[in-house]
């Protein structure tokens, strides 16, 4: 089956540790999101990568880092300068800019800090 | 730049009761609308989009929404609610061109039996 693949599912971190989360995707999509869930505040963007070896800022990026090495992963490293770290984590991909682009998301990681 | 109001955080209703959950949005050029659906502890999954031509648009699950440009309103609907259908449910706008949609805060709906 296609899909998007996040893990953990539940992460817990002392504070002033660096953690990274993981980020894959069978669909063949070009597009790669990070996104940042806090309750009542929707989906705050982290990070893109439209193609392999390039990803911009998106409204939220600092304390955070990512990488593109292959098309089908995104990982996601929350560093220790990120002064809220807590909440929920969704990565999401499209398959470009097509009119009918639609965002496939992953089932979210939790990320707790202690 | 594109914004996203979702004008109820909450809505309870009952079951078999109709429901619409309101979103407005603002942007100078054309857009594309989504609404997703968010049970607990999951990721988003699409509802429905708007993308061109009726502006009456329907989804999974039995929901629906209407596009109205005048108002730049994308108002979700249901004629009967389920239990199942409890969820947090999020608009989207994504200006044509762009690779960024921006998300509501969400709204919470809350079936009761």
């Known amino acids: 089956d296609g899909g998007i693949t996040q893990s953990p599912k539940y992460l817990f971190r002392k504070e002033g540790q660096n953690v990274t989360l993981s980020c894959e995707q069978n669909?063949?999509?070009?597009?790669m999101y990070w996104y940042r869930q806090d309750p009542g505040q929707g989906l705050r963007l982290i990070y893109y990568?439209?193609?392999?070896?390039?990803?911009q800022k998106g409204d939220i990026a600092e304390g955070y880092s990512v990488s593109r090495e292959k098309k089908e992963s995104f990982p996601l490293t929350v560093t220790s300068a990120q002064k809220n770290p807590t909440a929920f984590y969704l990565c999401a991909s499209t398959t470009g800019l097509a009119v009918t682009d639609t965002q496939y998301f992953g089932p979210g990681t939790r990320l707790t800090v202690l | 730049a594109q914004s996203v109001t979702q004008l109820d955080s909450q809505v309870p209703v009952f079951e078999e009761a109709p429901v619409e959950l309101r979103c407005n949005y603002s942007s100078s050029v054309s857009v594309y609308l989504f609404w997703y659906v968010q049970y607990p502890n999951q990721g988003l999954q699409l509802l429905l989009k708007?993308?061109?031509?009726?502006?009456l648009v329907k989804g999974i699950n039995g929901f629906e929404a209407e596009f109205n440009k005048s108002q730049t309103s994308f108002h979700l609907r249901k004629p009967s609610v389920h239990i199942s259908d409890t969820a947090e449910y999020f608009c989207a706008v994504r200006e044509r061109g762009s690779y960024i949609p921006t998300f509501g805060r969400g709204t919470s709906l809350i079936v009761h039996p």
């Open positions: 990568s439209q193609i392999v070896n390039d990803f």
């Open positions: 669909l063949n999509h070009d597009a």
């Open positions: 708007y993308l061109s031509g009726s502006t």
